[in-house]
C-alpha cells in the first residue's frame, strides 16, 4: 500500500534546489516565476472545481 504525502510535503522544494534556483534566477526572479505558476495553479483548480468546459474549436469572427 503507497502511503501518500501531505501536499506541504510533495510540494518541497528542499534547501539544495532553492539555492540553485534563486543563484541561477536571482531573488526577484524566482519569486515572481514561483507567483505566476501558483496563479495558474489555482485557476486550473478552478476550471476542474466548476466544471467549465473546454472552448469550441470554431473561431470567432471578428470583422462584424
Known amino acids: 500500500m ?6 506541504h ?3 518541497h522544494v528542499g534547501r539544495i534546489r532553492h539555492t540553485a534556483a534563486r ?13 505566476l505558476v501558483g496563479y495558474y495553479a489555482t485557476l486550473a483548480l478552478q476550471l476542474r472545481l466548476f466544471n467549465v468546459p473546454a ?3 470554431t473561431p470567432r469572427r471578428t470583422d462584424g
Open 23 to 35: 543563484d541561477a534566477l536571482g531573488e526577484r526572479i524566482l519569486f515572481e516565476l514561483s507567483t
Open 55 to 57: 472552448p469550441t474549436a
Open 9 to 11: 510535503e510533495a510540494l
Open 2 to 7: 503507497q502511503r501518500h504525502r501531505p501536499v
